[in-house]
């Protein structure tokens, strides 16, 4: 309603397991779809924790995402 539209998505997967990796263009086809944005202007990626908290202990997943906004 404000004018703007999502210029970038950046996505970041913390987690010891899984394989991100396999999965990535996938899953940036799949959020492209829900955003209605390119699958070349979202970033997916993965790192660990290394071994530490739940994600480290493999009891879940977390995720950070990040978009840019900008204004046509």
Do not use: Q, W
Request: positive net charge.
């Amino acid at each position: 309603e404000a004018g703007f539209r999502i210029g970038h998505c950046d996505i970041t997967i913390i987690c010891e397991a899984p394989r991100i990796a396999p999965h990535v263009a996938a899953m940036r086809e799949r959020i492209g779809a829900v955003l209605a944005l390119s699958p070349d202007r979202i970033s997916v990626k993965a790192t660990t924790s290394e071994r530490l908290g739940f994600t480290g202990r493999r009891e879940g997943i977390a995720a950070f995402a990040t978009a840019t906004l900008v204004r046509p």
